[in-house]
């Protein structure tokens, strides 16, 4: 089956440096996807890799390894306003295009 | 550039009753893709649409269906709604299938009573 994991919640302190790991079990793979979730609000694009390596966009980081099914965002210099769920999602050429996502992790930043 | 819009916001509804939602993906974005969000589920993929195909299906009843139009707007349907449809309604827009960015509307809040 399909399936991706990460941690539930989170809590880190403003200005700080935060990891959130994913990991997923997938046949297709064909790309994974970062978004940001701010409560009551869609998804935001934050980031997308499909090969191996880190991809740096501004205090945004993501990376992934394809052999370890792993992923993680970097997060630095935290703001108050980068409370929100962050959700992992992978997509799959199973049976056409799908996107397949993670519970998210919801990440709390305290001052 | 116009985002993607989703009508209406907010929708009560009682069991056993049906609803159509819509979708307007972005301007130029032909592949419309449709999302339930639960607290406990958490986003579930529900189908896909490109050029007024649906292209791939998630794993829910036959009660969820949709359809996309020529110009590219969508509108899903649930009938004979049951509690446990109340969840926000997310529709995607993307150019095309496959395609690395999805972008997201707003949502339809859907509360079944």
């Known amino acids: 089956g399909q399936n991706i994991d990460q941690p539930t919640e989170m809590t880190a302190t403003e200005g700080a440096i935060v990891q959130i790991n994913c990991t997923y079990q997938t046949s297709g793979f064909n790309g994974l996807f970062w978004y940001q979730q701010h409560a009551g609000e869609a998804p935001t694009f934050l980031s997308y890799n499909v090969l191996d390596g880190l991809e740096e966009k501004g205090r945004f980081s993501s990376f992934l390894s394809r052999s370890k099914g792993y992923s993680y965002l970097l997060l630095k210099e935290l703001q108050m306003k980068d409370s929100a769920s962050y959700l992992c999602?992978?997509?799959?050429?199973?049976?056409?295009?799908?996107?397949?996502f993670g519970a998210g992790t919801r990440l709390f930043v305290k001052a | 550039k116009a985002g993607v819009t989703q009508t209406p916001r907010y929708l009560i509804k009682t069991r056993g009753q049906q609803v159509t939602l819509s979708c307007s993906p972005i301007s130029g974005h032909r592949s419309v893709s449709w999302y339930q969000q639960t607290p406990g589920q958490g986003l579930q993929f529900l189908f896909e649409y490109f050029s007024e195909t649906q292209r791939n299906k998630g794993n829910f009843p036959g009660r969820f269906s949709g359809r996309q139009f020529s110009n590219s707007r969508s509108e899903m349907n649930v009938s004979t709604l049951e509690l446990g449809d109340s969840a926000l309604y997310l529709c995607?827009?993307?150019?095309?299938?496959?395609?690395?960015?999805?972008?997201f509307g707003p949502g339809t809040r859907l509360t079944v009573l």
């Open positions: 995607a827009s993307s150019r095309g299938p496959g395609e690395d960015t999805q972008y």
């Open positions: 999602a992978v997509r799959v050429t199973t049976g056409g295009f799908k996107t397949i």
